[in-house]
């Protein structure tokens, strides 16, 4: 089974910026999605890469994060510019049916 690892969350100051990684460990394969989940609530997609590099953004964070992939193409980033506090939430990065633990981001306004 694949193994995706999230890293990168942490506390941040609304205004502020978190850079998230998510890589596959064991067959080297790209992870291909961002969600995020609150308490209570289901979770919800971030940001997407296809395979050709195409992105998908949810409205929210639009102009905002930004989704990448490195020339490995096993990890992918999630650039988290002028968080506000309503991002604040639990990311998961995703491929297929496999996901990764999620790391907390928390911004505080």
């Known amino acids: 089974q694949m193994e995706l690892v999230e890293s990168g969350g942490g506390s941040v100051q609304a205004g502020g910026s978190l850079r998230l990684s998510c890589a596959e460990r064991?067959?080297?394969?790209?992870?291909l999605a961002w969600y995020r989940q609150t308490p209570g609530n289901q979770r919800e997609l971030v940001a997407s890469?296809?395979?050709?590099?195409?992105?998908n953004y949810a409205d929210s964070v639009k102009g905002r994060f930004t989704i990448s992939r490195d020339k490995s193409h096993n990890t992918i980033y999630l650039q988290m510019n002028n968080l506000k506090f309503e991002d604040t939430a639990v990311y998961y990065c995703r491929r297929g049916d496999f996901w990764g633990r999620g790391t907390q981001v928390t911004v505080s306004s």
């Open positions: 064991r067959f080297r394969i790209s992870p």
């Open positions: 890469i296809a395979p050709s590099g195409a992105t």
